[in-house]
Antibody
Framework: EVHLVESGGGLVQPGGSLRLSCAAS????????MHWVRQTTGKGLEWVSV???????SYSGSVNGRFVISRENAKNSLFLQMNSLRAGDTAIYYC???????????WGQGTTVTVSS | SFDLTQPPSVSVSPGQTASITCSGD??????VCWYQQKPGQSPVLVIY???KRPSGIPERFSGSNSGNTATLTISGTQAMDEADYYC??????????FGGGTKLTVL
């Protein structure tokens, strides 16, 4: 069964850093683009970043320069290094498998990041 | 930046057809997909590449995209279809873009 499990969320102070992980199973991880998407409580979805099969990356304007996406295919793992965190980064962070046309067909359960002093 | 606009809410009676729109500049030139999200759950892809259904998605879900508007249509709407629905597309300048979401109420 195809599965994505996020971890690494928690409470962090403004200006701090956090590293999220996403463990993939049940599919050939290296063959897919992988995305991070976030959602604030009661609000809509916001795309954060994508890493392609060739490890090419792209970021939303709101996180560009602060967040770094990476992958380790040998461990079927996706990461999001989040630096210079702000209150506005508080959200549930989902990892999702990309179909290459930018749609995302498998989503994890999400991990919660809270940025607060 | 590229924006996608959805109505905040749509209501439909059980068994009737629900239509949810998504508007954006020259949206018909891009692929659009749709997600369903129920409270406390992760999003589920229900339509991709404008009109394709992933495996396991009921046939009552369909999509179209032309001009500046994409539409998600749910035929014979059921109570279990009550959820938030998000459209999404890719823009070369902005990246992945989501619409603001539409709350579908079945009453």
């Amino acid at each position: 069964e195809v599965h994505l499990v996020e971890s690494g969320g928690g409470l962090v102070q403004p200006g701090g850093s956090l590293r999220l992980s996403c463990a993939a199973s049940g599919f050939s991880f290296s063959s897919y683009d992988m995305h991070w998407v976030r959602q604030t409580t009661g609000k809509g979805l916001e795309w954060v970043s994508v890493i392609g099969k060739a490890a090419d990356t792209s970021y939303s304007g709101s996180v560009n320069g602060r967040f770094v996406i990476s992958r380790e295919n040998a461990k079927n793992s996706l990461f999001l290094q989040m630096n210079s965190l702000r209150a506005g980064d508080t959200a549930i962070y989902y990892c999702a498998r990309g179909l290459g046309d930018s749609s995302m067909d498998v989503w994890g359960q999400g991990t919660t990041v809270t940025v607060s002093s | 930046s590229f924006d996608l606009t959805q109505p905040p809410s749509v209501s439909v009676s059980p068994g009737q057809t629900a239509s949810i729109t998504c508007s954006g500049d020259k949206l018909g030139d891009k692929y659009v997909c749709w997600y369903q999200q129920k409270p406390g759950q992760s999003p589920v892809l229900v339509i991709y590449q404008d009109d394709k259904r992933p495996s396991g998605i009921p046939e009552r879900f369909s999509g179209s995209n032309s001009g500046n508007t994409a539409t998600l249509t749910i035929s014979g709407t059921q109570a279990m279809d009550e959820a938030d629905y998000y459209c999404q597309a890719w823009d070369s300048s902005t990246g992945v873009v989501f619409g603001g979401g539409t709350k579908l109420t079945v009453l």
